[in-house]
C-alpha cells in the first residue's frame, strides 16, 4: 500500500518520552510508521495498541505479540482498551488528518485531483457519504458546514448553486461538483478553492471536529499520572481545539475559578509547539502545515 513518511516522526514520538515497559497508543495507524518507531523504543514488556478504522490499514498491520490494531474509531479509545483489560497508558499519539493513502486512491472521493465517486468517508461502514451530504443537505445545512469547516465566506452562494444544480441532475462525483461551482474557482484560486470545499464535506462525512472533542475528554482520565499525549493537526479548526483543550480542559468559554481564583484545568503542555523543518517539507509536502502539540496531566 502507499503510504507516505510518517509527518514529524522523531518529534511526536519523542513526545511521549517512552518507557521500555510502558503502555502507549497510536490512534491514527495508517501505514504504521510511527507504531514502528514506538516499538523500536519498546521493551520486552512494553505494549503498543493502535486504531485504525479504515479496512486499508490493517494491510500494514505489524507481526509483533506487543502490538494489537483495532479496527475501530479511535473516539471509542477508553472503551476497546478497556476490553484488553487496560484502564491507563503512558502516552497517546494522534496524527490527526486523511492519509496520504487515502488521497491517493482515487476511488476514495478525498482528493479534488481525481473525477471519482463523492465518498470521503474513512469507515466504509458509514452511511454517511460526501454524495449523500451535497445531494440531500438543505440549503442552510450545506451554508453552515462550508462555512464552518470550510471557512468559506461565500459559503451561502455556494450552497445555493449547489441546491439548484441538483434539481437539474443528482451531483455524483467530484468533477461534477467542480463543474458546478465552476464560476467561483477563478484560476489563480481554484486548488485552495476546491481544498476549502472538499475538507469542509469530509469534515462533516466522518464528524472530525466531534471525534476530536470526545478523544481529548478522555485524556485525563486516561493517561498515568507523567503520561504524554503528542497531538499533530493539519488545519487550524483541528489545532484550536487541540490547544484550547491542553490549556482550559473545555471547547468553550473559560474554565470557572474557585473562591481563592484559582482554576482547575486537568492538562497543562509540555514545551512549545513544533513544525516541521523546511527540509522536511521539501521531501513530504503533506508536512507543510502540520503542528505539533504536547501535553502531560497538571
Do not use: C
Not at 100 to 113: I, K, L, N, V
Amino acid at each position: 500500500m502507499s503510504y507516505h513518511s510518517p509527518v514529524l516522526l522523531k518529534e511526536s514520538v519523542d513526545a511521549l518520552n517512552i518507557k521500555e515497559d510502558g503502555v502507549y497508543v497510536d490512534v491514527t495507524f495508517g501505514g504504521g510508521g510511527h507504531s514502528r518507531e514506538i516499538l523500536s523504543r519498546l521493551g520486552e514488556k512494553g505494549r503498543l495498541f493502535a486504531f485504525d478504522q479504515d479496512p486499508d490499514a490493517q494491510q500494514n498491520k505489524i507481526d509483533d505479540p506487543r502490538f494489537v490494531l483495532i479496527g475501530e474509531n479511535f473516539r471509542f479509545i477508553s472503551r476497546f482498551l478497556r476490553f484488553y483489560g487496560v484502564k491507563k497508558v503512558d502516552g497517546v499519539l494522534a496524527d490527526l488528518g486523511v492519509s496520504s493513502h487515502q488521497f491517493d486512491e482515487a476511488e476514495r472521493g478525498f482528493s479534488t485531483r481525481f473525477d471519482a465517486d463523492l465518498d470521503m468517508r474513512m469507515d466504509q461502514k458509514s452511511e454517511l457519504s460526501g454524495k449523500k451530504i451535497i445531494n440531500t443537505y438543505t440549503e442552510e445545512q450545506l451554508s453552515d458546514i462550508l462555512f464552518l469547516y470550510g471557512e468559506l465566506r461565500n459559503a451561502r452562494t455556494l450552497a445555493k448553486t449547489i441546491v439548484e444544480a441538483r434539481v437539474e441532475k443528482e451531483i455524483k462525483t467530484s468533477f461534477e461538483l467542480k463543474e458546478v461551482l465552476q464560476r467561483f474557482l477563478p484560476k489563480a484560486k481554484e486548488h485552495k478553492i476546491l481544498a476549502q470545499i472538499f475538507q469542509a464535506i469530509r469534515i462533516e462525512v466522518n464528524q472530525e471536529l466531534e471525534v476530536l472533542k470526545e478523544f481529548l475528554e478522555q485524556m485525563p482520565q486516561l493517561l498515568n499520572e507523567d503520561g504524554r499525549l503528542s497531538v499533530i493537526s493539519y488545519h487550524s479548526l483541528e489545532d484550536r481545539l487541540v490547544k484550547r483543550f491542553i490549556r482550559t480542559g473545555l471547547f468553550t468559554g473559560e474554565p470557572e475559578k474557585d473562591f481563592y481564583g484559582n482554576t482547575n484545568e486537568p492538562m497543562k503542555k509540555v514545551g512549545k509547539m513544533i513544525v516541521p523543518t523546511r527540509e522536511e517539507i521539501k521531501e513530504n509536502n503533506r508536512a507543510r502545515s502540520a503542528k505539533l502539540r504536547i501535553a502531560t496531566l497538571k
